[in-house]
């Protein structure tokens, strides 16, 4: 049979309190309430310190905790100095734990909206240090870049082989489409003005030049980053979570050689590749509809096509589609490799790729478009 629990008082001093706490404290027992505490607290002279003593205690559990609890936060709230030297260690032990993390007091409050000029500012600042960051780790990809050049750079062949598969063989049902469909929209919207003037045969010239300056390189760019620079920073990410990125380090590897430029060398090769490509999708879908649709000649179509055309614009987009491409690598990369240590952070490190290569992609065709502007070109 069980003992029953005990709790009785007495005063060591004017300012002390001695709680004495026998028998069994389980929470099958009938065990006295926190208030008794409080009761003798409030009676005689003022308590500046509370004691314990539990030498005489058979048994306890979690009944004995939730008391010592509420007695604990009783202290707290009147400023009374709560001495637990006298508890077993175990409830010492436990008592630490269910104190250690302090509520949340400001978890109910209503989210106070910061003044228009600091949210300016803050945004100002993170944007200052993403563009720091940014240019860092391009100096770095450069230097890496650089020791490749030299035979120097340490990652692995096969490594590059497959990336490269990924971003070419891979990439082309998804570029072929959109080509296709950029160039059948651009041709169909160019008919139904030109053929106001009686000049549908300049359909061929308004396709072929757009495609070869601007969209096939442009559209290439803007689906590699979606495709190819979120796998990247979804990659790196998750190495970043397993704490592989750091293995690297450790063993002297260079993460910017073995995971940033086996990636950056496959999109500067492949991109060109993928540009050409999207520009012959993009000229057929232009076929398509002045053959198909507007009963142009295909021989009189393919011809205007080829004197409008010429290596100056074919260069053009595949420079753009180069600088595109190590856009979207180390947008991707970086990225990735500022992934936090959580599942989260590596989806919001492949929302912020796509988000930041799509933008230095417009970014760039604009500054593209000024110097060729400016030089006749």
């Known amino acids: 049979m069980a003992i029953p629990s005990e709790l009785s008082f007495s005063r060591t001093s004017d300012d002390t309190l001695l709680v004495r706490i026998a028998g069994s404290w389980t929470i099958q027992q009938e065990l006295p309430s926190p208030e008794e505490v409080q009761k003798q607290v409030d009676q005689g002279p003022p308590v500046q310190r509370l004691a ?32 637990d030297k006298g508890l ?19 978890a109910a409050k209503v989210a106070v909206r910061e003044p228009l000029l600091v949210q300016v500012g803050n945004a100002s600042l993170e944007i200052a240090r993403s563009l720091v960051s940014m240019v860092v780790f391009l100096g770095d990809s450069t230097i890496a870049f650089g020791r490749f050049l030299a035979g120097k750079a340490r990652y692995r062949r096969t490594d590059l082989g497959i990336i490269i ?47 070869a300056r601007e969209m096939g390189a442009l559209m290439t760019a803007i689906i590699m980053a979606g495709r190819t620079g979120a796998a990247f920073a979804a990659q790196i990410g998750t190495m970043q979570v397993n704490e592989e990125v750091d293995a690297l380090t450790t063993m002297g590897i260079s993460p910017m050689e073995f995971l940033v430029l086996p990636r950056m060398l496959a999109l500067i090769v492949m991109m060109p590749l993928l540009c050409l490509y ?3 999708m993009g000229i057929l879908g232009g076929v398509f509809v002045g053959v198909g649709m507007m009963d142009l000649n295909f021989l009189q179509y393919v011809e205007q096509t080829r004197n409008a055309l010429n290596l100056t614009q074919f260069g053009i987009g595949v420079f753009k589609s180069v600088v595109f491409g190590v856009i979207i690598a180390v947008s991707g990369c970086l990225r990735g490799i500022e992934c936090g240590r959580s599942a989260s952070a590596v989806g919001d490190a492949a929302t912020s790729a796509v988000v930041t290569s799509i933008v230095l992609i417009i970014v760039a065709d604009g500054i593209f478009a000024v110097i060729t502007n400016i030089l006749g070109i």
């Open 88 to 106: 077993p260690d175990g409830v010492r032990r436990l008592l630490e734990l269910a104190t250690a993390v302090p509520e949340k007091t400001d």
């Open 278 to 280: 999207a520009d012959l």
């Open 165 to 211: 598969e990924q971003c070419g063989a891979q990439a082309l049902p998804i570029v072929s489409l959109i080509s296709f469909l950029v160039g059948l929209i651009l041709a169909f919207v160019g008919a139904v003005q030109l053929a106001m003037f009686g000049a549908q045969i300049f359909v061929a010239n308004l396709v072929g030049i757009a495609m």
């Open 52 to 83: 314990f003593e539990t030498t005489d205690i058979s048994q306890w559990d979690s009944g004995l905790l939730t008391f010592l609890l509420e007695v604990l936060d009783q202290c707290s709230q009147r400023q009374i100095d709560a001495d």
